[in-house]
């Protein structure tokens, strides 16, 4: 998990980024390695973290996913699944835990609640997507993959 600005790939990831972009690769060529760094963060692939608690109780806030959750949370009556469920997201989100949507146990919570129509796949996805966090390259990442000595396709 990447938590400051640098790039969470390796010096041969990013040339090969670089490769496979034709307007990159004529930065890297012509030696502009800031527009080549604003470029690859432009088409780089995102990198994947866990999400704060607060911004998924936001996010199912305004989607209308929370009040649900809520509600079957605290009806008694309801059948487990899919209360327990319920219950098990609200109290983690509420405990302040972030959320990893790509755990095989959260993804489990998340198609339970769907299969009862306490939240839909695109409440669900909604959450999925904030995990994404865009990758930052830096002229210096540039630089990096270029003193490596890592060739790839002509690019170094």
């Not at 305004?62 to 605290?74: R, V, Y």
């Not at 919570?109 to 129509?117: E, G, H, R």
């Not at 997507?129 to 790839?152: E, K, L, M």
């Given at each position: 998990?990447?938590?400051?600005?640098?790039?969470?790939?390796?010096?041969?990831?990013?040339?090969?980024?670089?490769?496979?972009?034709?307007?990159?690769?004529?930065?890297?060529?012509?030696?502009?390695?800031?527009?080549?760094?604003?470029?690859?963060?432009?088409?780089?692939?995102?990198?994947?973290?866990?999400?704060?608690?607060?911004?998924?109780?936001?996010?199912?806030?305004?989607?209308?996913?929370?009040?649900?959750?809520?509600?079957?949370?605290?009806?008694?009556?309801l059948s487990n699944p899919p209360r327990g469920a319920a219950v098990s997201f609200i109290d983690?989100?509420?405990?302040?835990?972030?959320?990893?949507?790509?755990?095989?146990?959260?993804?489990?919570?998340?198609?339970?609640?769907?299969?009862?129509?306490?939240?839909?796949?695109?409440?669900?996805?909604?959450?999925?997507?904030?995990?994404?966090?865009?990758?930052?390259?830096?002229?210096?990442?540039?630089?990096?993959?270029?003193?490596s000595g890592v060739s790839n396709n002509g690019t170094a």
């Amino acid at each position: 998990n990447r938590k400051d600005d640098r790039a969470a790939m390796t010096p041969a990831e990013l040339l090969a980024l670089i490769a496979s972009d034709p307007q990159a690769t004529a930065f890297f060529q012509s030696g502009d390695d800031e527009a080549c760094a604003a470029r690859c963060s432009a088409i780089a692939p995102p990198v994947r973290q866990p999400v704060p608690a607060d911004r998924v109780q936001e996010i199912a806030s305004l989607n209308g996913m929370w009040g649900m959750l809520k509600i079957a949370a605290l009806n008694t009556a309801l059948s487990n699944p899919p209360r327990g469920a319920a219950v098990s997201f609200i109290d983690w989100i509420e405990a302040g835990r972030p959320l990893n949507p790509d755990n095989a146990a959260v993804q489990a919570m998340a198609a339970t609640l769907v299969s009862y129509s306490l939240a839909t796949a695109e409440q669900i996805a909604q959450i999925s997507d904030a995990a994404n966090t865009p990758q930052i390259i830096t002229f210096h990442d540039v630089g990096a993959a270029r003193q490596s000595g890592v060739s790839n396709n002509g690019t170094a």
